[in-house]
């Protein structure tokens, strides 16, 4: 719309002037055929100035009107850049919240093999795997939406994801030795707890260098 109103005027302008020369060559050519041009000749200043200072304020209104719409252009790119942003940020809180919802899962599993080793029993696997199947596919959906947003914000959050998933495998065969060998299952269901709270504090910070590094 901006750039259509300042050709609008652009276009009045042209044609004001066209019709000025134009009417006034016709006039002089008339006016001198009665001989009295000499007479209006004299009153053409007053004219001129009048017509020069509508040409000025055309001119002004388009200036004017370029000049808005180039602020409204960067007002626009702004609030743009501003809502990109906070949709971002928004992405990878709820990326790193379940991250850390799946970690918090595997270390209550496990908490048990590191510290009562005597009340590990199934119904621990059992929560787990219920928690877990429904925590993975939140991972996946927050990681499309972070990864739409900002490519490489999701390329700094993509080891962690690998590493939470090489987590969950190490915490599934640990079950399944410790089925057949409990108390070998058991050790590895302890290093696996150990693992996790060492992997909650990997996260919280990662994220929170990302996070500097993005305010930087």
Request: glycine letters at 4%.
């Amino acid at each position: 719309m901006p750039r259509r109103s300042s050709f609008c005027h652009y276009f009045r302008l042209i044609a004001l002037l066209v019709f000025v020369s134009t009417t006034t060559a016709q006039a002089q050519s008339s006016l001198q055929e009665n001989g009295t041009w000499q007479t209006i000749a004299s009153a053409l200043p007053g004219v001129l100035g009048a017509l020069v200072g509508a040409l000025a304020a055309i001119g002004g209104s388009v200036f004017t009107s370029n000049r808005q719409a180039r602020l409204e252009k960067d007002k626009w790119q702004r609030a743009k850049e501003d809502e990109w942003e906070k949709e971002t940020r928004l992405a990878l809180a709820e990326l790193t919240k379940s991250l850390a919802t799946a970690v918090h899962a595997i270390a209550w599993c496990t908490w048990c093999a590191m510290y009562e080793p005597e009340e590990m029993h199934r119904k621990h696997f059992d929560r787990y795997d219920r928690e877990s199947r429904e925590i993975f596919p939140v991972i996946v959906g927050a990681r499309v939406v972070l990864a739409r947003l900002d490519h490489e914000l999701h390329e700094k959050m993509t080891p962690l994801i690998k590493k939470l998933y090489r987590l969950d495998a190490e915490l599934s065969h640990a079950w399944v030795l410790f089925r057949k060998e409990r108390e070998q299952g058991l050790e590895k269901l302890a290093i696996c707890y150990e693992e996790s709270i060492q992997f909650d504090k990997e996260i919280l910070q990662t994220v929170s260098n990302i996070v500097n590094l993005q305010e930087v």
